[in-house]
């Protein structure tokens, strides 16, 4: 892939997008499941709901030359720890897979977690993600066991890093 991808702000009409990517990620891994971002009430707009609270999440999006959403990362406060933010959401279109946007997208949401104050940042996932896993050891994740403070009950892989 030789073409120039676009980091920025999630928009309203990345929304039908965004849903697809998610669903065919987890789908893609035996995912489509409760308890997993499958089903998140909030998927359907997620701009409306990172652009709700700007002083404490956001959502970016990578967009390709011919205007394709192919991923996207989003911060959300996490209440489970003091001071801490959540990466949430993190997917990319299988094609564009190997060509460092969700490395890109980490460190925008990193970035963002920082300038909205916070100083660590955790991650519920699933082991059935391995390509995800090896990535957030590579960037400097800790894995953890299960705290009492996950949230999401599918969920059976969880990181921290402090920022």
């Known amino acids: 892939m030789k073409e120039t991808i676009i980091y920025r702000r999630i928009e309203p009409a990345d929304n039908e997008t965004l849903v697809h990517l998610?669903?065919?990620g987890l789908a893609s891994n035996g995912l489509a499941i409760p308890g997993t971002a499958y089903f998140d009430p909030n998927l359907a707009d997620l701009c409306g709901y990172y652009m709700s609270l700007p002083g404490k999440r956001n959502y970016f999006v990578a967009q390709d030359?011919?205007?394709r959403v192919v991923g996207g990362c989003g911060v959300?406060?996490?209440d489970g720890l003091e001071n801490c933010a959540e990466l949430q959401k993190l997917y990319v279109a299988e094609d564009c897979h190997?060509?460092?946007i969700a490395t890109k997208l980490i460190g925008m949401v990193e970035e963002e977690a920082r300038r909205l104050g916070y100083d660590k940042i955790y991650?519920?996932?699933h082991s059935n993600l391995q390509d995800a896993i090896r990535?957030?050891?590579k960037v400097g994740y800790r894995q953890i066991d299960r705290p009492p403070y996950a949230?999401?009950?599918?969920?059976?892989s969880f990181f921290i890093k402090r920022l």
Do not use: A, P, S
């Open 22 to 24: 998610v669903r065919v």
């Open 135 to 137: 990535l957030y050891i």
């Open 76 to 78: 959300d406060v996490f």
């Open 151 to 156: 949230v999401h009950e599918t969920m059976d």
């Open 98 to 100: 190997g060509h460092g």
């Open 65 to 67: 030359e011919q205007g």
């Open 123 to 125: 991650i519920e996932t």
